[in-house]
């Protein structure tokens, strides 16, 4: 089992920056260093979909379209966190940002929903304009 605990959401205006972290305990030193993560996001009425995801050893990184160049995912095995740093914030960026876990051996940074089984609670942000 593991547990993932989201944090770092709030209110930012329009061009602002937030950084989540999502923390990993539980099984985390059989898990966490040999697994691929992600964040997810949801807004109201809408689909949960795919922002970023970055593989065990953080050599690879993937990203949407729409977040590319403005957020960067990062891993740090010595504490069991995955961080989401977020610039330059669009008010379509408003959602519920979710951390998620692979569910395979993370040698690749996917992006399907099915690919991941473990998820945090969720962190709001909200993004004004």
């Known amino acids: 089992q593991v547990q993932l605990v989201e944090s770092g959401g709030g209110l930012v205006q329009a061009g602002g920056s937030l950084r989540l972290s999502c923390v990993a305990s539980?099984?985390?030193?059989?898990?966490?260093?040999?697994?691929?993560f992600g964040w997810f996001r949801q807004a109201p009425g809408k689909e949960r979909e795919f922002v970023a995801s970055?593989?065990?050893?953080?050599?690879?990184?993937s990203y949407a379209d729409s977040v590319k160049d403005r957020f960067t995912i990062s891993k740090d095995n010595t504490k069991a966190t995955v961080y989401l740093q977020m610039n330059n914030l669009k008010p379509e960026d408003t959602a519920i940002y979710y951390c998620?876990?692979?569910?395979?051996?993370?040698?690749?940074?996917?992006?399907?929903?099915?690919?991941?089984?473990?998820w945090g609670q969720g962190t709001q942000v909200t993004v004004s304009s």
């Open positions: 970055i593989n065990w050893n953080g050599a690879s990184t």
């Open positions: 539980g099984r985390t030193l059989n898990v966490f260093n040999v697994h691929s």
């Open positions: 998620t876990k692979s569910r395979q051996y993370g040698t690749t940074a996917y992006r399907a929903i099915e690919d991941f089984d473990y």
